[in-house]
């Protein structure tokens, strides 16, 4: 169960994430598509009862505007304030002489992240997200670097142990003659050997 928590907290916090996200675009997109809607109706409904400046309540998200073939003009009162024309995606339609524009407010970025200070519970679930995620990296990175630390702890090659312990065989085959020194470069060759086993050199 411990080997399988990390990728399970890993995949779980990115589609919870993911699901935040998700919910925080559907909650901009169709807000924005209902304004927009609100500014055509309300356009609609001033063309039919003959005005020619029509207010809309969303002025700042949409301009409308209809050029006639005699040289009328009727548009919404969004068109006579300030505006940025970058900021705007435009379409046109023509029949004849006739010309309908439609300006509708790009999306924007700072808009989508407001969604997340005036619905909290979007950010809670992308943040939920997040620290699922962080933690099962985290066991991820602590497994590593256990792996690594068994496989510093696991004994040096066969050779190499073979060659240190016929050292110390002579080391110890010594002792008659020099004792002390023998015994020392056995324990030397001792302690070196345990090291590499605990994975400290």
Known sequence: MGKALAPFL???G???FLVGQWIAFEIYANTKILRVGENVARFVHGLHYGETLIGISRADESVFMLRTSTGKVITTNSAIGPLSPEDFIGAVYSKG???AYAYIKRVSFSEYLNVFVERPLTLGVSISGLILFFFGLFLL???DRRMEQKEGAEFMPQEELKRRLKAMRVAFAMSGIIPKESLFEAKKILDDIIKRMEGKT
């Open 141 to 143: 990175l602590k497994k």
């Open 14 to 16: 990115v589609l919870i």
């Open 10 to 12: 890993l995949f779980f």
């Open 97 to 99: 002489m006739d010309h």
